[in-house]
């Protein structure tokens, strides 16, 4: 789908979601009569918050942002994400707001625009599988080679884009295990431009290699010439298990063993933003009468002070001041030896604390002054990071980006002691897959899942 098009698909939907908005409201204000000014005034504010979060919903969750039009699934669930912010943020200014507000004109509001976000994306499901049907008949392709490999690729592309029609391919000769009924071999690769030609190809994909079949470059040129896009797809995975990501410095290609959400300086500003705004509202809300009392009874419990302050391995291994409400005694050990089960260390406020993980929540300032995030792997003791680093190739890949108040790894099961190797390489794919798969939706699953299993409790929380 070229980028022009994508680009007037975002502008469109972005503008029409935020017009029915504006009318649905400007209607219904018109159409109630409100008893004092002031009603009046509360319904307009209204009007203008669900403007505000609206946009800041459809912003988090990327709605407007979809790589391909076709993919109505992505779209949709993005607009449900959306939508499901959007009403968060309504209902927790509705709770804190002193206005009083007309219940019909709220119902009324909410369903209505719920009911268009649903018939809008029903009518665009629809012209997208028109477009697409029309584009698959203009959209074909062969492969250059007749390997296993060209094969995997066929399957992807069917199955990623269905604007596509893949014809066959063309490679020295044919292979029975290879060529099946939906990918039929059609000639040897001299051959395949008077192919093109003749049946109106618009895209050519080579897996063979140019230092094995050096006409390939002359092929390319002459499939440029004649306005086919050639496309080669090298083949890593003899030397790398995995997915491998490209990316440019100048013309020159890179390519790098990973995908690095949080590398671009955009998506590090969002998820700053919303570290930011998460934590003022935990510190104003929670923090702000929660601290003077655990530190009181942690002054009545023990003698010590109230917050432990321990250096651990932040963001690039850097170390910083990690800020926790004490839960053991003093003692010699606590910069070296990891808490175990029934460590006679605990004080007995510190049992709850631990267990309920409010001993964490003084985390909150780290992630305020920039050391920490509110989601990312957790910090770990800078003895340990020493120690796991040359145990586990990976593990130093956790300290790519900031480490977080809670984690992927946490509310997956993998928290508190490490008695095995296994837990430690179970955390470390836990932490690796974040880091490469990171949104704020994904966030905002870990946080929400951090709140139910405090709730249910942890048992490897002690």
Not at 286 to 298: C, M
Not at 425 to 432: A, F, G, N, P
Request: hydrophobic fraction near 45%; include cysteine; charged fraction near 25%.
């Amino acid at each position: 789908m070229n980028s022009r098009f994508d680009n007037f698909f975002r502008i469109f939907f972005a503008f029409t979601d935020l017009g029915f908005l504006c009318l649905l409201h400007l209607i219904l204000l018109l159409n109630y009569n409100f008893d004092t000014n002031s009603a009046n005034i509360s319904h307009v504010v209204y009007f203008i918050m669900t403007i505000i979060f609206w946009l800041i919903s459809s912003y988090f969750t990327e709605v407007y942002i979809n790589d391909r039009i076709l993919n109505f699934k992505k779209f949709a669930r993005r607009t449900i994400r959306a939508f499901f912010i959007f009403v968060i943020f309504l209902l927790i200014y509705l709770y804190f707001s002193r206005f009083r507000f007309n219940r019909e004109y709220l119902y009324i509001s909410f369903a209505i625009f719920a009911f268009y976000l649903i018939i809008s994306r029903l009518i665009f499901l629809k012209i997208a599988t028109y477009i697409g049907k029309k584009k698959r008949a203009l959209n074909k392709v062969i492969i250059l080679g007749n390997n296993t490999f060209a094969y995997d690729l066929v399957v992807k592309l069917r199955k990623t884009n269905k604007t596509i029609d893949i014809l066959g391919c063309f490679a020295e000769q044919k292979r029975e295990e290879i060529n099946k009924l939906d990918f039929e071999y059609l000639g040897k690769v001299e051959d395949c431009i008077k192919y093109a030609i003749s049946n109106h190809v618009t895209e050519i994909y080579s897996t063979l290699s140019p230092e094995i079949y050096s006409e390939i470059y002359e092929i390319a040129q002459s499939a440029e010439n004649l306005c086919m896009r050639f496309r080669f797809v090298p083949d890593f995975r003899e030397f790398v298990n995995k997915s491998v990501y490209f990316d440019h410095v100048g013309e020159i290609p890179v390519l790098s063993l990973r995908s690095e959400p949080l590398e671009d300086f955009a998506v590090q500003a969002k998820k700053r933003l919303f570290d930011i705004v998460f934590s003022i509202l935990v510190t104003i809300f929670l923090l702000s009468w929660l601290v003077p009392i655990i530190a009181i009874l942690i002054k009545l419990d023990s003698k010590g002070p109230v917050f432990f302050l321990q250096e651990r391995s932040g963001k690039n291994n850097q170390p910083f001041k990690c800020i926790k409400f004490r839960s053991l005694k003093i003692n010699k050990e606590s910069d070296t030896k990891q808490v175990t089960k029934g460590d006679n260390r605990i004080t007995k406020l510190g049992k709850f604390l631990r267990k309920s993980s409010i001993d964490e929540l003084p985390q909150f300032f780290n992630v305020l002054k920039g050391d920490m995030s509110v989601v990312g792997p957790r910090p770990h003791m800078l003895k340990h990071t020493e120690e796991y680093s040359n145990i586990i190739m990976k593990y130093m890949i956790r300290h790519y980006q900031k480490p977080g108040v809670t984690g992927y790894a946490q509310v997956n099961g993998f928290r508190g002691e490490i008695k095995q190797e296994e837990q430690l390489i179970k955390r470390i794919e836990y932490d690796v897959w974040y880091i490469e798969n990171w949104s704020i939706w994904l966030d905002l699953n870990i946080i929400i899942k951090t709140i139910v299993v405090t709730i249910k409790g942890d048992e490897n929380a002690f």
